[in-house]
Every structure is written in structure tokens, then in C-alpha cells.
């Protein structure tokens, strides 16, 4: 089985607000509450800040959605939301924000996948980035299928970061937890060269703050959406 991380360029930059108003109409939601989510996008403007400069001359805003908001990631997965139903039924898709992945056993689908992202982002005016699209092959006996973007070849990798947990294609978590280890030991020697005490408790409150909260992102890997979706498919 291959799977395709599908990365877009200033995702949440670049959704035209014409086009993002008509997909919510088509979508189903009332002329009413577009207006709303209209008038929230409309009037914004941006500067260029050096230093302490910062430019008279301004530039309106006319797409993206506001990162830091509630309506942001929503808004985002309306205007992507046609894309996701639109591939051929033997490839599955999970999406979380602008995070989408395609994995099928069927390469000449997830090509065809490939394309149809490749025509719905010259339709809609996103982009991809292309150097971090990826392909994860799985299994021992994978052919390792070569799969472009338009004339540009998707870069193969044996571990990709999804969701901030590092997936290798063995399906293990040791680089994940090798960088969790490697950062605790970095952070452990930091935190000795800094502070000298003889007393044990102190210490110990150190290693609390600073050393413990790393091991509950080894313990994320756990429930990693993707290895289970894998996992449900029954194919370990």
C-alpha cells in the first residue's frame, strides 16, 4: 500500500473569498449566514513591518481565512470539501485541516487521485507544495510506484511527520520516539550546565517542567488516526 501526503501552499492564505462564498452557498448554508461570514472576511488589510517601520501604503485582503480563529479551520474544510468525495472508491482519505492523505494498494487510482487534486487546485486556485508532497510505501514486497504532480515527481520518503507524530514506513514509532529521546537528553543537559544545587527535590521539579511532558508525545502515537485506519483495514 502507498500513501500520498497531500501538503497545500499557504493553505489557509489563499482561499479567494469570491470562491470560498460560493462553495458555502453550495454547500447548504443561508445567504443570511454567508453574509455574516462575509462581512467578518471583507475589510481587512495588511502592512509590511521592518523593524520599527512599518508601511503606509496597505494591501486589501481578498482570500485566506483567519489562522488563530475558531471560523479559520472550518471555513478551510468548506472550501475543500468537494475535493474529498471525488476520488475513486478503492482509495480511502482522512483529512484534518488542510493534513489530507490518499493510501490505496492500487497505484493507478492513486494517480488518477493525484491528478484529480492537481485539477481542482488549478480550478479553485490553491496550490500545492510540492516538496512536501509525499509518498510513504508500505509493505516488504511494495514495487515503490513512481506518482507525479503534473510533470513534477512526488518525492518518496521512508518516514513522514503527520499530525506532529513521525510515521515510518515500517509502521513503528522509532524515529518518532527517537526524537522524543534525543530532545529529553538535549533538554537534560541544558537544564544541568544551567543550575547547580545539591538538592534532589529540585531537581526533581525540573525534570517535571521541563523533561516529563515530552513522554505524552510518545504516548500520542498510540492513537495516531492513520495506523489505525490502516489497522482497520485489516492488513497487519
Given at each position: 500500500m502507498d500513501v500520498i501526503f497531500i501538503d497545500f501552499k499557504?493553505?489557509?492564505?489563499?482561499e479567494p473569498h469570491d470562491l470560498l462564498m460560493l462553495k458555502m452557498l453550495n454547500f447548504g448554508i443561508q445567504p443570511n449566514l454567508c453574509d455574516w461570514f462575509r462581512s467578518f472576511l471583507s475589510d481587512r488589510i495588511s502592512k509590511i513591518k521592518i523593524g520599527n517601520y512599518?508601511?503606509?501604503?496597505?494591501f486589501p485582503i481578498t482570500s485566506?481565512?483567519?489562522?488563530?480563529?475558531?471560523?479559520?479551520?472550518?471555513?478551510?474544510?468548506?472550501?475543500?470539501?468537494?475535493?474529498?468525495?471525488?476520488?475513486?472508491?478503492?482509495?480511502?482519505?482522512?483529512?484534518?485541516a488542510d493534513d489530507i492523505?490518499?493510501?490505496?494498494?492500487?497505484s493507478v487510482s492513486?494517480?488518477?487521485?493525484?491528478?484529480?487534486?492537481?485539477?481542482w487546485c488549478t480550478k479553485w486556485k490553491l496550490a500545492l507544495a510540492n516538496?512536501?508532497?509525499?509518498?510513504?510505501?508500505?509493505?516488504?514486497?511494495?514495487?515503490?510506484?513512481?506518482?507525479?504532480?503534473?510533470?513534477?515527481?512526488?518525492?518518496?520518503?521512508?518516514?513522514a511527520r503527520d499530525l506532529g507524530i513521525f510515521v515510518d514506513n515500517k509502521l513503528t514509532y522509532r524515529s518518532h520516539i527517537d526524537r522524543i529521546v534525543n530532545n529529553a537528553l538535549h533538554k537534560s543537559r541544558v537544564?544541568?550546565?544551567?543550575?547547580?544545587?545539591?538538592?534532589?527535590t529540585f531537581y526533581f521539579k525540573l525534570f517535571n517542567a521541563y523533561i516529563s511532558p515530552l513522554s505524552s508525545m510518545a504516548?500520542?502515537?498510540?492513537?495516531h488516526p492513520l495506523i489505525n485506519s490502516l489497522k482497520n483495514l485489516n492488513l497487519f
Open positions: 499557504k493553505a489557509f492564505d489563499s512599518i508601511s503606509s501604503n496597505f485566506g481565512v483567519l489562522q488563530g480563529t475558531v471560523t479559520g479551520p472550518f471555513l478551510f474544510l468548506i472550501y475543500i470539501d468537494d475535493l474529498l468525495s471525488s476520488f475513486p472508491e478503492d482509495v480511502r482519505v482522512t483529512a484534518f492523505k490518499l493510501f490505496s494498494n492500487n492513486l494517480q488518477k487521485s493525484i491528478d484529480i487534486v492537481v485539477a516538496n512536501k508532497t509525499l509518498v510513504l510505501h508500505l509493505g516488504k514486497s511494495n514495487p515503490n510506484v513512481e506518482y507525479f504532480t503534473g510533470a513534477l515527481k512526488v518525492k518518496a520518503t521512508s518516514c537544564i544541568l550546565r544551567s543550575f547547580r544545587s545539591s538538592n534532589p504516548a500520542k502515537s498510540s492513537t
